[in-house]
């Protein structure tokens, strides 16, 4: 296999200098012979001229290109000497057609297209397309509308270079635009507005007014013996109503109506809708015959006029008459007209009755048989047929065929909601009513095999070592790797899968399967780092022994100064962060060294008494405060106050409140004349201040 692979790439490099023919004869029948492209920056096949590339969409972090090999040619892409993407892989000889895709490039890099096809060895050179695409300069267009209207879209817009966006302006109901200005010029009374080939920021204003008063003209024309109400020309708002009466004097009807001069039914009343044009109504009367007759008749076949019986009915004038219209079995009254007008029968009762008759009638009714509709879908790949909404006559049957596509079968066939089975036909008989129909196909059962393995040692993968999967299923396969291993690398069909497809949680999912597959994972050493503390005397840090830190890990150090001490300094790799407390590696990738130093902290302290007077009555309460100022950690100190009136024994008063500040305040009521003293006390704390009492305070006692 070698030789005759070393064969035909020496065949293909002297044929390439004869003509296409001589070329495709050559190797129009060859077969077996892949272009493959290794990560070392070498493809294996002959290079061709250069592919076409075009940019797609380029968004300031990433450009997409389409490109197009050659006929007969694969295409490669490469980042300096990695190959990142490309068609190669697939037979191609000359003769065949051209081949093309997509490729992403991200802001600032530089990639190469060749064209390649064939089978031999040799470094990427030759002809080729470079693609390096710069950074996209963005603008914003700021939109604003005044009261009465809007403009879309409504918020700032933002443009890339070169780029057109378009504003729609609508005013409300009644308003119209007033102006538009672009930058703080007017453009005009538009309603809509292109920026083209942005090139900069840029704002649009659009402001409204209330639309001028449109009118029209609605002209009556009433004949001798009846009038139209209103008269005369009438002037009408645009998308009004207006309504006229029209009415015959006595003993008189209306014989003809006529709107926009055409004949309307001769009604009593007419409206124009929504006026948005000039119009006319004209009305002609006639005189009343004492008696008048209505002649009625069935037009077609599917029911019969049941009262009155007969066909000619006399009616005195003024006077009223109901016509009853009974349908046959399965029919329904189509449409009912009065001298040639279609009037509307009572749906209660099938009837329509003449009221305060001052004419002679000529009605005719029709009769239609009723009709229902069958609603036939499918889900699947198969066919219904008919499909879709059928009309059908009442008592009419129709039948529906349901056919499944090649590689697929009827799972069911439901009607009226229910399942009826499996089915390649179904008829609905003497049809009464709405009905649906659904056809259901599923794929026929295929099998696919996806084939799972471990390249050298590290781990494993799961399911292994296959794993059968139904046509269209999906399957998920995880890479476990072992304690102090990673993933290096995933592989399905033979062709490398971005890291990005597996790194977030270690697996790769195969969906919607229609072929066999081979997956393989290679695993490698984490890389470890070594995180070495020290401290200096009077404090320590934690942990205190070197940390061995797996690659991108965080670890975090807290550093403790012994009592009276601060932490006088952190280093990190030689270098000062200051004297904090704690220090957290982030994201490790090499070896580091964190050291503390602390040193001793001095602290100063007073306590200053004050009374609230100098001297008090017998029986009256003196407000005595403490004021402990120092160093940081003063507010620890228990301060206590004590007392003493004359000769007695100092007492030491209980319940003394020490808010946060380090301030004693107690209320003490004196019942003994003579001198009081007064002192504070306090008992230190041990990592700072020394205990302390003060000289007393005297105050007199009257």
């Known amino acids: 296999m070698k030789k005759k692979a070393l064969f035909m790439a020496v065949l293909l490099a002297?044929?390439?200098?004869?003509?296409?023919?001589?070329?495709?004869?050559?190797?129009?029948?060859?077969?077996?012979?892949?272009?493959?492209?290794?990560?070392?920056?070498?493809?294996?096949?002959?290079?061709?001229?250069?592919?076409?590339?075009?940019?797609?969409?380029?968004?300031?972090?990433?450009?997409?290109?389409?490109?197009?090999?050659?006929?007969?040619?694969?295409?490669?892409?490469?980042?300096?000497?990695?190959?990142?993407?490309?068609?190669?892989?697939?037979?191609?000889?000359?003769?065949?057609?051209?081949?093309?895709?997509?490729?992403?490039?991200?802001?600032?890099?530089?990639?190469?297209?060749?064209?390649?096809?064939?089978?031999?060895?040799?470094?990427?050179?030759g002809a080729n397309t470079t693609v390096s695409p710069a950074g996209v300069t963005t603008y914003t267009i700021t939109p604003t509308a005044g009261p009465n209207g809007s403009i879309s879209p409504?918020?700032?817009?933002?443009?890339?270079?070169?780029?057109?966006?378009?504003?729609?302006?609508?005013?409300?109901?009644?308003?119209?635009?007033?102006?538009?200005?672009?930058?703080?010029?007017?453009?005009?009374?538009?309603?809509?507005?292109?920026?083209?080939?942005?090139?900069?920021?840029?704002?649009?204003?659009?402001?409204?007014?209330?639309?001028?008063?449109?009118?029209?003209?609605?002209?009556?024309?009433?004949?001798?013996?009846?009038?139209?109400?209103?008269?005369?020309?009438?002037?009408?708002a645009e998308h009004e109503d207006v309504t006229f009466a029209i009415?015959?004097?006595?003993?008189?009807?209306v014989e003809t109506l006529k709107v926009d001069g055409q004949f309307v039914a001769p009604t009593?009343?007419?409206?124009?809708?929504?006026?948005?044009?000039?119009?006319?109504?004209?009305?002609?009367?006639?005189?009343s015959p004492a008696v008048c007759t209505i002649t009625s008749s069935v037009e077609g076949t599917g029911g019969v006029i049941s009262s009155p019986p007969l066909a000619v009915w006399s009616v005195p004038r003024g006077g009223t008459i109901t016509y009853y219209f009974t349908p046959d079995p399965g029919y329904h009254v189509d449409e009912v007209t009065v001298n040639g007008w279609p009037v509307e029968v009572d749906p209660d009762d099938d009837s329509y009755t003449f009221a305060s008759v001052d004419r002679n009638n000529v009605l005719v009714a029709k009769f239609a048989r009723n009709t229902y509709t069958v609603e036939a879908s499918k889900t699947g790949n198969g066919t219904i047929t008919p499909a879709g909404a059928q009309t059908v006559l009442e008592g009419e049957d129709i039948t529906f065929t349901i056919t499944p596509d090649a590689g697929n079968s009827i799972s069911d066939v439901v009607?009226?909601?229910?399942?009826?089975?499996?089915?390649?036909?179904?008829?609905?008989?003497?049809?009464?009513?709405?009905?649906?129909?659904?056809?259901k196909f599923v794929a026929n059962a295929v099998n696919y095999t996806i084939t799972s393995s471990v390249t050298g040692t590290g781990g494993a993968i799961s399911?292994?070592?296959?794993?059968?999967?139904?046509?269209?299923?999906?399957?998920?396969?995880w890479f476990l790797p072992n304690t102090g291993y990673q993933v290096q690398s995933v592989t399905v069909d033979g062709a490398a899968v971005d890291a990005d497809e597996w790194a977030d949680d270690y697996s790769y999912s195969f969906w919607n399967v229609q072929a066999n597959h081979t997956i393989a994972v290679a695993f490698a050493p984490i890389p470890t780092y070594t995180i070495t503390p020290t401290a200096g005397a009077n404090g320590s840090i934690s942990p205190d022994t070197a940390q061995t830190v797996t690659e991108g890990d965080d670890v975090s150090f807290t550093i403790t100064p012994d009592a009276g001490y601060s932490v006088q300094d952190v280093k990190v790799d030689g270098t000062s962060v200051g004297a904090v407390t704690s220090y957290e590696f982030t994201d490790v990738s090499a070896n580091h060294t964190i050291a503390a130093?602390?040193?001793?902290?001095?602290?100063?302290?007073?306590?200053?008494?004050?009374?609230?007077?100098?001297?008090?009555?017998?029986?009256?309460?003196?407000?005595?405060?403490?004021?402990?100022?120092?160093?940081?950690?003063?507010?620890?100190?228990?301060?206590?106050?004590?007392?003493?009136?004359?000769?007695?024994?100092?007492?030491?008063?209980?319940?003394?409140?020490?808010?946060?500040?380090?301030?004693?305040?107690?209320?003490?009521?004196?019942?003994?004349?003579?001198?009081?003293?007064?002192?504070?006390?306090?008992?230190?704390?041990?990592?700072?201040?020394?205990?302390?009492?003060?000289?007393?305070?005297?105050?007199?006692?009257?």
Request: with cysteine.
């Open 14 to 125: 002297v044929v390439g200098l004869l003509a296409g023919v001589a070329a495709s004869d050559a190797f129009g029948n060859a077969g077996g012979y892949t272009i493959t492209c290794g990560m070392d920056g070498f493809c294996h096949g002959i290079q061709g001229p250069k592919p076409t590339v075009t940019l797609q969409e380029n968004n300031g972090m990433t450009a997409t290109y389409s490109v197009v090999a050659p006929n007969a040619f694969e295409w490669v892409v490469f980042n300096g000497n990695t190959r990142v993407g490309g068609s190669a892989g697939e037979d191609k000889f000359p003769g065949s057609t051209a081949t093309g895709g997509t490729f992403t490039v991200p802001v600032g890099a530089t990639y190469t297209i060749w064209a390649v096809y064939g089978v031999a060895d040799g470094a990427v050179s």
């Open 154 to 236: 409504a918020t700032p817009q933002t443009v890339t270079s070169g780029s057109n966006v378009t504003f729609t302006i609508t005013p409300a109901a009644g308003y119209v635009v007033d102006d538009v200005l672009v930058n703080g010029a007017s453009v005009g009374a538009v309603t809509s507005y292109t920026f083209q080939n942005v090139t900069g920021n840029g704002t649009i204003s659009a402001t409204f007014k209330t639309a001028p008063l449109v009118t029209y003209t609605i002209t009556t024309t009433a004949g001798p013996n009846g009038t139209i109400t209103p008269a005369g020309p009438q002037t009408v």
């Open 247 to 253: 009415t015959p004097s006595m003993n008189y009807y």
């Open 268 to 287: 009593r009343s007419y409206t124009f809708k929504d006026v948005t044009a000039n119009h006319t109504i004209e009305a002609t009367f006639a005189a």
């Open 415 to 439: 009607v009226d909601g229910v399942s009826v089975g499996v089915k390649t036909s179904y008829t609905f008989t003497d049809v009464t009513e709405d009905h649906t129909i659904q056809a």
């Open 463 to 477: 399911p292994y070592p296959l794993w059968v999967v139904p046509r269209g299923g999906t399957i998920t396969f």
């Open 597 to 702: 130093t602390f040193a001793k902290v001095k602290v100063k302290c007073t306590l200053k008494l004050k009374a609230s007077a100098k001297q008090i009555k017998r029986n009256k309460a003196i407000k005595l405060t403490a004021t402990l100022k120092g160093s940081a950690g003063y507010q620890n100190a228990k301060v206590r106050l004590e007392v003493k009136v004359g000769k007695k024994a100092w007492k030491l008063l209980k319940n003394v409140k020490v808010n946060a500040k380090g301030v004693a305040t107690y209320k003490y009521k004196v019942k003994t004349k003579g001198t009081l003293k007064y002192r504070a006390k306090f008992a230190g704390n041990a990592a700072y201040l020394a205990a302390k009492t003060t000289p007393a305070l005297k105050l007199v006692v009257k």
